[in-house]
């Protein structure tokens, strides 16, 4: 009997029912106390609850039974984790590697908590350790958390190679698209971003309020590359009315926008920017000054010609490439993607 109430409980899990889950696992316990497996997957029922601490509890009785157990100890330590004990975490992480190095859910976790630490070579090499043999469909976290530790080592051409080839595995996936689009215009791969930026401005108006989408920023950019660097004027203007319209208002941009010396059409442009007022006090202190402010040179994107990176460039996947620390949008430790329960 005890059998049938952990198959329903599994039946629950799968359907995302954990309360409902964690009432069959513990009949199943009730039943057969000696069930490991029920009581393993209540531990994980409670997980998928958030409820860390009941899980752990149940994880730390399993562990006297079997305290090498490599399944068990994930599963801790993904709730040390949530917990907020990271160290405690990245000991049992190191712990399960040091009795079996080819545990692939372990270690990759392992190198999140060691890039989560600062220690980013260490992290990278832990990371490209996973890139052989790793599946396909499995490897879009490594290869974005590879593009991310290299954006914030300023490794600019591994970040962007990194980040594509996990594009290519999961293309909507939002935080990716972000991702790109911010290092795409800060490197000056104007081509790659306006592409991008088409997709993901589709995607937002279809997906997201409009009072909450970031599409104002992304049209904005828009109007900077297209403005400043390919001088189109028609879809540029276009770009930053939308911009505006959107909402956008960030003074320190549109000034030097407005000044870049390298703006298409100027006097058209700074027409459109005037009638938000948005840069009134600006333009008060120009003419208080008694002169025309002088042209700043623009952190916008420059004439294409001249930029560093030629378009025609496509960065390298270099596994041997150094490591940075996980960026805000890091999520840290994956629960475990092994075996749904453990050996009775």
């Known amino acids: 009997m005890a059998e049938v109430y952990y198959n329903l409980g599994n039946a629950y899990l799968r359907l995302g029912e954990s309360e409902n889950a ?67 975490s990245f000991d049992i ?66 970040a962007i190679g990194y980040g594509e080839k996990a594009y290519e595995l999961s293309p909507d996936t939002v935080e990716l698209c972000e991702f790109l689009l911010k290092i795409y215009y800060e490197q000056k791969y104007y081509a790659r971003y306006l592409e991008m930026a088409d997709v993901y401005i589709d995607y937002n108006d279809k997906n997201v309020n409009a009072s909450e989408s970031p599409n104002k920023n992304i049209y904005f950019r828009k109007s900077v590359i297209l403005l400043t660097s390919i001088g189109d004027f ?51 202190v120009r003419s208080s000054a008694g002169e025309e402010k002088q042209p700043v040179e623009s952190e916008s994107p420059q004439d294409s010609a001249s930029a560093e990176r030629s378009e025609t460039e496509t960065p390298q996947n270099d596994a041997s490439v150094q490591a940075g620390e996980p960026s805000e949008n890091d999520s840290g430790p994956q629960e475990s993607r092994s075996a749904d329960s453990v050996q009775d």
Request: aromatic fraction near 10%; charge should be negative.
């Open 22 to 88: 964690s009432s069959a696992f513990l009949r199943a316990v009730e039943l057969d106390k000696k069930f490991a497996s029920s009581n393993f997957n209540l531990a994980k029922s409670y997980m998928v609850a958030e409820r860390y601490g009941d899980a752990l509890e149940i994880l730390d009785e399993l562990l006297k039974e079997d305290e090498f157990n490599s399944i068990v100890l994930s599963a801790k330590a993904y709730c040390c984790y949530a917990l907020g004990n990271s160290d405690q």
């Open 93 to 158: 992480y190191q712990q399960i590697l040091e009795r079996n190095p080819d545990n692939d859910d372990a270690r990759y976790n392992f190198a999140v908590l060691l890039a989560l630490q600062g220690r980013d070579e260490e992290a990278l090499a832990e990371f490209s350790r996973l890139m052989v043999g790793e599946n396909e469909s499995d490897s879009f976290e490594l290869y974005y958390e590879m593009a991310k530790v290299s954006y914030n080592m300023k490794k600019w051409d591994d």
């Open 234 to 284: 028609r879809q540029g203007a276009d770009s930053l009315k939308k911009a505006l319209a959107l909402g956008f208002d960030d003074k320190d941009e549109l000034s030097l926008l407005y000044d870049d010396p390298d703006l298409t059409d100027r006097d058209e442009i700074r027409k459109i920017i005037d009638r938000t007022n948005i840069l009134q006090d600006y333009k008060t």
